[in-house]
């Protein structure tokens, strides 16, 4: 288990560094762990959210370099290279489990992987003309020196794109299972603090804008990606998330039951819908 968790199951302030470690926990136990939830839901119109985050850079005129933060197993960029053809790509992750997955997947000469944190990436002073950030930018704390890196690297007129959870946007049995979840953790570790796992104001529109300020933002939209699954489905959505993925097996498994209990004994498959929230914005241009 790590301190982060030691110290939140048992009520103990939680600091930045504990954090990471326990992300870099988490992703050792489960590498690909983001693609395994999420790369099956789609919205209405069919597109995974990773998809719709490529989607992102169909307008830009020509880009040349494009940063994925916070890669992961790099299961982004060959959509990357399908929406922009085969540009230079540098995926960036702090998880050393995660980029081992990456490189194995041979994704071309154009693709380089990099080992280093969101704030300190090391490259180059408006050197990139897009940063795309999958499921991660929320889990960044504290996110400043993260948007600060972001703008100095951006080429003036250089996007970024992100797509964060949006969890007060979450609908059907996933409501249940995220309460039976809070209810099953509280009465197991009834000191337990409220989890700190990133910048709070990421979860209001307001409180993004705020964090974005250095750039202009240009558009928030919020979708649903779902799947249908047996009950079973959603225990394979829990299981590796941050609080999940560190306990016991002896309490994970309680905790499965859990879920399938509180689930019911549905007739037919459930709807798994994952809220997503997608925001856009830009470096601002050269004056001319
Ligand atoms: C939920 S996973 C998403 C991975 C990938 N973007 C995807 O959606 O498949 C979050 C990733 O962010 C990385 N990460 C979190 N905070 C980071 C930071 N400050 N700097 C670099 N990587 C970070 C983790 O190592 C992990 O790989």
Redesign the pocket.
């Known amino acids: 288990m790590s301190e982060y968790l030691k110290k939140t199951l048992s009520g103990q302030p939680t600091t930045p560094e504990d954090w ?1 470690a326990h ?2 926990a988490a ?1 050792r136990v489960a590498p690909s ?3 395994q939830a ?1 790369s099956e839901c789609r919205n209405e119109a069919g597109l995974t959210s ?1 998809e719709w985050l490529a989607d992102t850079l169909s307008h830009l005129p020509s880009p040349t370099k494009i940063v ?6 790099g ?2 960029i060959p959509l990357l290279q399908k929406k922009v053809g085969n540009v230079e790509i540098i995926g ?4 050393p489990a ?1 980029l081992t997955v990456a490189r194995c997947k041979n994704l071309g000469p154009s693709v380089a992987f990099l080992e ?4 300190k990436t090391g490259l180059e002073d408006n050197s990139i003309d897009a940063v795309v ?4 930018f929320m ?2 704390t504290p996110i400043e020196p ?1 948007v600060a890196e972001i703008q100095r690297i951006l080429k003036p007129g250089g996007i970024f794109s992100a797509v964060i959870g949006n969890r007060p946007d979450t609908r059907g049995p996933l409501v249940t299972v995220r309460e039976t979840v809070g209810k099953f953790m509280h009465k197991e570790f009834p000191k337990m603090a409220a989890p700190v796992t990133g910048d709070p104001r990421v979860e209001s529109e307001d409180g993004l804008s705020e964090i974005i300020r250095p750039l202009k933002m240009l558009g928030v939209r919020d979708d649903q990606f779902g799947v249908n699954v047996e009950p079973g489905g959603f225990w394979n959505y829990i299981k590796n998330m941050y609080l999940v993925g560190l306990l016991s097996d002896e309490v994970r498994s309680r905790l499965e039951i859990a879920i399938l209990a509180s689930l019911g004994k549905p007739t037919g498959m459930l709807r798994l819908d994952s809220p997503m929230r997608r925001f856009t914005a830009e470096k601002m241009p050269w004056p001319r």
């Open positions: 990471s992300l870099l992703h762990m983001s693609p999420f990773y994925d933060l916070a890669c992961g197993d299961y982004l960036i992750d702090m998880s995660e280093a944190m969101a704030h950030c999958h499921m991660a889990l960044m993260v």
